[in-house]
């Protein structure tokens, strides 16, 4: 019997934007373009349920150390439910828990059940959910059928607007800040018109600083594999689009040298973080200038 051939990793640093398919979890989709990249590391940036299709930013060598920058960004979704029917997951994929009439409902009446739903708001979190509670996932105190009480959090939803309705079913348009749940917002949407209410599609749009992805399919990344690494590798964004916005200082080559070295150098800048280039343009770190003007690395990159 032949054995399979021992896959050759190779370092590969960038950013993929997945348009990730729809019944793979986040996990299952980085794993798919890790292969196919032979990439030696890869991390994706904040999980999308395996119902949801759309942007997942995929982080490959380097680009893991900015991984954590990209999960607390705002999002965008496109959403479609179905009125009168809860189910335990709040979505497509768990277990009808109520049926309910669908009352004369108008635009209006809709509009009044979105609105509080706006702005800063206390939200609780599905109970099938990848939140950890006591270091396990709460999803699977879930499946076990534990009784999971999950108390009410904090978050931003910037824009929730009705799209279009056909009979029962929904579509709406989400804008929010990390840690927000769309089958959350439809849960309650559904408990606010009186008769329950669960996601049947999901799709991210864009997730800040990618305003307007241009994602790639994993039939895109076979095709590109195929053709060989460079057709691959073309695919992938610098670091630096992952960190658009940050303000830049330039450091000489001494200070370059010891801030690598991971010590802290005095500058003129004004405090908070920024990006730390050297002066042939070299990305050196994530770095924060404290009040006494000394900067910090952050993240520090070996992309040399």
């Known amino acids: 019997m032949r054995r399979a051939a021992r896959i050759q990793w190779r370092d590969v640093d960038g950013i993929l934007l997945l348009d990730k398919p729809h019944g793979l979890s986040s996990n299952q989709a980085l794993q798919k373009a890790r292969l196919l990249y032979r990439a030696a590391k890869g991390g994706h940036t904040g999980s999308l349920d395996p119902l949801a299709t759309g942007l997942l930013p995929l982080c490959f060598g380097e680009a893991t150390k900015i991984a954590g920058l990209l999960i607390g960004s705002s999002k965008a979704y496109v959403t479609e439910c179905l009125l009168g ?10 277990k009808v828990i109520e049926t309910r009439p669908v ?3 108008g635009e209006r009446m809709i509009e009044s059940a979105l ?7 206390k939200q609780v979190p599905p109970i099938y959910s990848a939140l950890k509670r006591g270091g396990e996932r709460l999803y699977q105190r879930a499946r076990r059928g534990e009784d999971i009480e999950i108390d009410a959090r904090e978050v931003e939803v910037h824009r ?4 279009e309705r056909q009979g029962d079913r929904l579509r709406l348009h989400v804008e929010c800040g990390s840690g927000t749940y769309v089958r959350s917002l439809v849960r309650d949407l559904g408990e ?4 329950g209410a669960h996601v049947t599609a999901l799709r991210r749009l864009w997730v800040e600083p990618f305003r307007t992805p241009r994602m790639h399919t994993l039939a895109e990344l076979e095709e590109a594999a195929a053709a060989g690494g460079e ?3 073309s695919l992938l964004l610098p670091i630096e689009a992952g960190l658009i916005g940050y303000p830049e200082t330039i450091l000489d080559e001494t200070d370059s040298t010891r801030l690598r070295q991971g010590q802290a150098v005095q500058v003129s800048a004004s405090p908070g973080i920024c990006l730390a280039r050297s002066s042939t343009g070299s990305l050196l770190a994530v770095a924060e200038t404290g009040s006494d003007g000394l900067l910090r690395v952050l993240r520090g990159f070996n992309l040399d």
């Not at 809860?86 to 497509?92: E, Y």
């Not at 929730?160 to 799209?163: A, H, N, R, V, Y």
Request: proline share 6%; net charge negative; charged share 20%.
């Open 115 to 121: 609105a509080p739903l706006r702005g800063t708001i």
């Open 85 to 94: 029917v809860s189910t335990d997951s709040a979505d497509a994929a768990g």
């Open 192 to 195: 606010a018109l009186g008769c």
């Open 160 to 163: 929730l607007d009705l799209l």
């Open 103 to 105: 009352p004369e409902i």
């Open 231 to 233: 057709a691959l590798d």
